[in-house]
């Protein structure tokens, strides 16, 4: 099984990766999200099925565009997406350290590690040589697990409305669905950190 929206292959050994990241865990026989960007299972594709006439049918094709068909609208937009979900990838590897109950560091470093996953897939589609490096914040005034939570709520509504107000913005088709379906994945992440 292959995800359209990170390119990544899904199979016995990693379905289950993230898992406290994913609002319902995947199990062998009914994967619901990509373990790696938390993609809906709408976005995944099973791979080397045989078609009617006995040859491989590949499917639908992962989510590519190359930046060069992209207008500058979208390039910015993308470059802006991509710096969010850093952001909100570091934040969450600072979380880590900072947590105390062992269920919710590993919450956070799930969430970490699918939020860059998010930034990866725009530096993808906007052809971004590399992924940028941010200031480091400092988050040590966030005392408990559920003040930590409640940011993390406020970041993923954050990262929801972007989604949101800039898929109005952007004309290429692919990107769009891009940017749908990962604002199913961060609202997911609200229900995540509001069922703490």
Do not use: W
């Not at 938390?38 to 080397?48: I, N």
């Not at 499917?59 to 909100?88: P, Q």
């Not at 972007?162 to 992440?189: G, M, S, T, W």
């Amino acid at each position: 099984m292959k995800c359209l929206i990170c390119g990544m292959n899904i199979n016995i050994n990693n379905f289950n990766i993230n898992k406290a990241g994913l609002l319902e865990t995947n199990e062998r026989e009914h994967i619901k999200y990509c373990p790696f960007c938390g993609a809906l299972a709408k976005y995944l594709e099973p791979e080397g099925e045989i078609d009617s006439k006995g040859g491989i049918y590949s499917g639908r094709e992962i989510y590519k565009v190359t930046a060069e068909s992209l207008d500058e609208n979208t390039l910015i937009i993308l470059d802006h997406a991509m710096k969010l979900e850093i952001f909100n990838s570091e934040f969450y590897k600072a979380a880590v350290k900072l947590a105390h109950s062992l269920d919710v560091k590993e919450t956070f470093q799930a969430l970490s590690k699918i939020e860059y996953m998010h930034a990866t897939v725009h530096q993808k589609l906007g052809g971004f040589e590399g992924l940028p490096i941010l200031v480091d914040i400092d988050y040590n005034k966030y005392k408990s697990d559920k003040s930590l939570m409640e940011l993390a709520e406020k970041r993923e509504i954050h990262a929801t409305m972007f989604y949101e107000k800039q898929v109005k913005k952007i004309n290429n088709p692919i990107v769009k669905e891009v940017f749908h379906a990962l604002c199913e994945v961060e609202r997911d992440h609200i229900q995540i950190a509001r069922n703490y």
